[in-house]
């Protein structure tokens, strides 16, 4: 088989280029390996876009769209309280669309480039493990394989949509959550399965932008994995915005009729029916293994498609790791993705640097945001620990005031007897940015007590996480 312009042997080869893999070569060539990544992704011009979801179809891409929905929101419905007025407001979605994918390129060549800076070979096809640490890179449009030897193997290849058999994706009107952050046009009526991270995210776009939205959600409890009284906190002022949360359904089928699509659904109360525009499939992501290894190459993986890794990464397979989506070594998120990359590499380089699994922080690209990190109230009361909680809410905030962003509040859990921070909650805005301070406060063991003697500037949205340290003790100071 052909070697061409590529080594015989590489150190490191990185199957996939989303946040954990890019991350994985980037780090690794940093240390002096010879690496080399494959990535299969093809934007819709047929070319490669490093970056995986996260870049091409997913945290950006959500992001670049929420701001400009944020924006046509504010200007429609908040602007007036300002003494500003504006006549004919209107919608151009596709140069909406175009930005976002604009926004995207920029930060997949940014990639890119960083891939050319530090010498790493960037191979754009379908890569394989095969036997004895061997890599097949197979064309995205077929065509014969380029086999590469490696040292070590990091398989980073993510994760992709769940598909429903009672909402078959035909790309049209029913579509996956991909889909949905390239429409060309506002669907009136606009129908969500799955009122998860993403359905919250995606619904909350198209709503700002003019849809009705509707959410049909398995689960009775709304969004079990936060704290539940971010929760109650989210499901009110999302219910104002005008999201319709729909909890406790089971969707029966969803078929098209024309150009539009009949779902059928169960709850408590019986067998309903809703004609939609557009419905979206966003029950939940899976790791992209089918093809990830010859069978030769004696990769375990579970029943649901995930590597068994140790707490290293490492697979069954002696110098073969698996890091971020394909593994269910902690959650399914870009940062820890990105972080299991460094970590990887650094071990292959002979280093021992620590990945901290409890303090990782989740986030909901909501408007507001939600953000939080270590344990939920429940999870505490559940582990039999006394603990104390300090809640603060947004609407006492002078700066949150000042420009209108009173909704939500922050919750500090602390264990009674040490004031140890166990976790901390946010709704509110810049949730995702206030968070970073807490994830700091937590990997140093911090109390309450630091929280509450750091200095905070003022008048700032920070200022809350202050308060609500304060709150442990009854001591906050600008609670009515
Ligand atoms: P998810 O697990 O957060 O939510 C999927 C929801 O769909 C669940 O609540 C589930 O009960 C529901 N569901 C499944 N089948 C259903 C059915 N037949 N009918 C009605 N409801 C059904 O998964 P999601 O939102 O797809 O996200 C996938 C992963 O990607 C998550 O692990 C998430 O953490 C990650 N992610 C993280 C983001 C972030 O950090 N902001 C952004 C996007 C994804």
């Known amino acids: 088989m052909a070697m061409s312009k590529y080594e015989s042997t590489y150190d490191v080869i990185v199957l996939g280029a989303g946040p954990a893999g890019y991350v994985a070569a980037i780090r690794a060539a940093q240390l002096g390996l010879k690496t080399a990544c494959v990535d299969n992704w093809m934007s819709p011009d047929g070319k490669t876009s490093l970056g995986g ?15 400009s929905a944020k924006i046509y929101h504010q200007i429609r419905h908040d602007i007036k309280d300002h003494g500003i007025s504006v006549d004919n407001i209107s919608l151009d979605v596709p140069k909406m669309i175009a930005r976002k994918d604009k926004k995207v390129d920029m930060l997949s060549k940014q990639i890119k480039q960083v891939f050319a800076d530090n010498g790493i070979d960037f191979i754009h096809g379908s890569g394989k493990l095969m036997n004895a640490r061997q890599v097949s890179a197979t064309p995205p449009n077929g065509g014969k394989p380029i086999i590469l030897n490696a040292k070590n193997v990091i398989l980073a290849t993510g994760s992709s949509p769940i598909e429903l058999n009672c909402a078959a994706i035909d790309n049209d009107v029913i579509i996956d959550s991909t889909a949905a952050l390239s429409l060309q046009t506002v669907p009136k009526k606009l129908g969500i399965i799955g009122a998860g991270i993403i359905g919250l995210e995606i619904g909350g776009i198209w709503n700002k932008l003019g849809s009705d939205v509707t959410l049909l959600e398995a689960q ?61 499939v966003a029950s939940g992501r899976k790791p992209n293994s089918e093809n990830i290894a010859a069978p030769e190459a004696e990769l375990v993986l579970d029943e649901n498609g995930y590597i068994h890794v140790d707490e290293k990464c490492c697979t069954t397979v002696p110098g073969v790791y698996a890091i971020g989506d394909l593994t269910l070594l902690g959650p399914m998120l870009a940062h820890k993705g990105l972080e299991e990359g460094v970590f990887v590499a650094e071990q292959i380089a002979n280093m021992e640097t620590p990945i901290n699994y409890d303090i990782i922080p989740s986030v909901i690209y909501t408007d507001p945001e939600i953000a ?106 600008h609670l009515p």
């Open 53 to 67: 979801t996260y870049i091409n179809a997913g945290c950006i891409s959500s992001m670049a769209l929420l701001e």
């Open 220 to 280: 009775e409890i709304f969004l079990h994995v936060t704290d539940q009284q971010i929760s109650l906190e989210a499901y009110k002022i999302y219910t104002d915005q005008g999201l319709d949360l729909r909890m406790g359904t089971r969707v029966i089928s969803a078929k098209r009729s024309k150009d539009k699509v009949i779902v059928e659904y169960q709850d408590q109360e019986g067998n309903h029916t809703l004609k939609l525009d557009k419905l979206i």
């Open 372 to 477: 939080w990190v270590g344990h939920t109230e429940q999870a505490v009361q559940a582990m039999g620990i006394k603990y104390n909680t300090g809640v603060f809410p947004l609407k006492a905030n002078g700066r949150a005031e000042a420009i209108d962003k009173t909704e939500g509040l922050v919750k500090i859990i602390t264990n009674a007897e040490t004031d140890i921070i166990m976790g901390v909650h946010i709704i509110g805005i810049n949730a995702s940015e206030l968070i970073a301070e807490a994830v700091l406060a937590m990997e140093f063991s911090a109390s309450s007590e630091d929280l509450a003697r750091t200095i905070h500037a003022h008048p700032t949205i920070s200022e809350v996480l202050h308060e609500a340290a304060l709150a442990i003790d009854n001591r906050s100071l």
